[in-house]
């Protein structure tokens, strides 16, 4: 299993595409500020499109990923479809 918390150095493609709804949805009730989460967006977004490892035939994401965005596990396409529905 993999660990939880600050020392965890995996990144699941579908759990950044909640995590970018859910920044829509704190800025919309009042739980964060409009222009932070927009930051915070626009930077996922961007580290998203420059650096996450996608297969280069398909162009789906890998599920999981690490600091170093190394690819890890499969490429799948409901992780790639939450990933990237925000966007």
Known sequence: LLGCGNGN????????????MSLAMQAELGLMEHDDAYELALSTIMTIDASWPKNELTGFYYHWT?????????????DSGLMVSVI
């Open 66 to 78: 690490r600091r170093d965005f190394v690819g890890l596990g499969e490429c799948s396409t409901i």
């Open 9 to 20: 150095n995996f990144y699941s493609a579908a759990s950044t595409g909640w995590g970018l």
